[in-house]
């Protein structure tokens, strides 16, 4: 047995808009918008194993997006995550687990699978999870993806802001992406649309936050305790938009630290996923 | 003025196997194929200024593709280019300068163009000069690309084998990209495609090596004095190939070392173009 763990980084996504697009094919299925991968991520062990199991931080979980990937290669693994960003606050984590654990169990056991392959597992499960429509395609490219085409990487089509830089972000907590992903407000649409739209003219980061911020607005999906927060970073001349869907606001350069927060500073990630 | 100068490094793109696909429209024109981008490669510097000059490791020079490059933007800048490994030599340095130019100037400028859209403009710079017809879309993923359709990145296809890890080459001159393609020997088309097939049926390094001495047996591109390099690191257990088009040979992890060479030692580029 090959017991010697693959070691795989995949950045962490902040979403500032995006539009859904449902197709009855999985791998069809995915959003249209832009974001911010990040320098902060998640770092995935894969090691074979007699039984499946999950280890978050240290602590057992059960992620259905990792359980997926897991039943799709068919193989039992230990798979232990280290993450700087937590779940459920609009990072992508379970995206990003799920495609470092395909990345991981292709090497184990040498399945042969290309990147783009691997990303079409990661994608589908997280799709079919109902945790992410988009992340593991901008994970895979890194740096500051614009969704043009929704779906995995066979339909998808990845494009990005030229830029890199610090970036800062403070997290109030979870929301739960599932439901409102179930839910589907209608505003999300039109208003994913015309921000990708507006950020196609002129593809810069202040205009990625500007339409982060409008999309916000348009879809009343920024609770008051977050809009202050962006406010707050505003006044001082930064930056901010909420990280959709998460209790986390994301701001360029030092705009969350210049305002008197105390965040976590990172940058723009430049590879996406890798071995480590 | 803006006299801050903006770098950016870009890999180096060790062809393995490749065929060619001429269009009408030369972004649509390029090749399919498969290599290796390497962690050496070329740093541009790009700064503003008054007349455009090219410096290549402090000499001046006039590169076709790096022209029609400043031309696209229609400014003019200093062009201060470091590189770890010759022009001539098969690593798609001219690609690789005329990305980190397109990149340079779009930031010195704010031409607020995105990354696709940068490597479109390299790509068909590349083309038009002759100098290349892939290098540019593998040196803006990283990794080792496959590229399973041709063209720019509107209707080029790049994957890429899941893996990494330490590279060695060993150049023994240049060779004329644009002599060779321009006679377009046809052995090449028919032995690119069948590699790209072995490749695709089990995408391991091995196999991109094993694909790649075929293509090379086939063509009749490999001149002897290379041909006798590969041979030896086989015969002490290793993976080497021939860069297309470079007198150059590349090996996976120590095989030119372990053969009693002395290459240069780097490893595959895990992250692409990138502003540094």
Excluded: W
């Amino acid at each position: 047995m090959n017991t010697e763990p693959v070691k795989v980084f995949v950045p962490a996504h902040v979403t500032g808009f995006f539009s859904i697009h449902r197709a009855g094919d999985p791998v069809a299925t995915g959003s249209r918008g832009a974001g911010i991968t990040l320098t902060d991520g998640v770092t995935v062990s894969v090691a074979e194993a007699q039984q499946t199991t999950v280890l978050l931080d240290g602590k057992p979980v059960s992620i259905d997006a990792v359980d997926r990937v897991v039943q799709t290669f068919g193989e039992t693994a230990r798979i232990v995550v280290e993450t700087d960003v937590p779940l459920g606050a609009g990072f992508g984590v379970s995206g990003a687990i799920a495609l470092g654990t395909a990345m991981g169990l292709n090497a184990v056991y040498q399945a042969n699978y290309t990147e783009n392959q691997l990303a079409r597992i990661a994608h589908i499960a997280d799709v079919e999870a109902g945790t992410g429509l988009g992340d593991v395609v901008a994970q895979l490219r890194g740096g500051v993806p614009i969704r043009r085409a929704a779906g995995g990487p066979e339909t998808g089509t990845v494009d990005a802001i030229a830029a890199r830089g610090q970036v800062e972000y403070l997290c109030r907590g979870a929301l739960s992406t599932a439901d409102i992903l179930a839910e589907e407000p209608p505003a999300i649409n039109a208003a994913g649309e015309t921000a990708l739209d507006h950020l196609l003219d002129r593809p810069t980061m202040p205009h990625l936050m500007e339409a982060s911020r409008r999309f916000g607005r348009e879809t009343e999906l920024v609770p008051d305790a977050l809009a202050s927060i962006i406010v707050d970073v505003q006044a001082s001349g930064g930056e901010a938009a909420m990280a959709m869907l998460g209790r986390t606001v994301f701001a360029l350069d030092d705009g969350l630290t210049a305002a008197g927060y105390d965040p976590e500073i990172c940058a723009v990630d430049v590879a996406g996923m890798r071995l480590v």
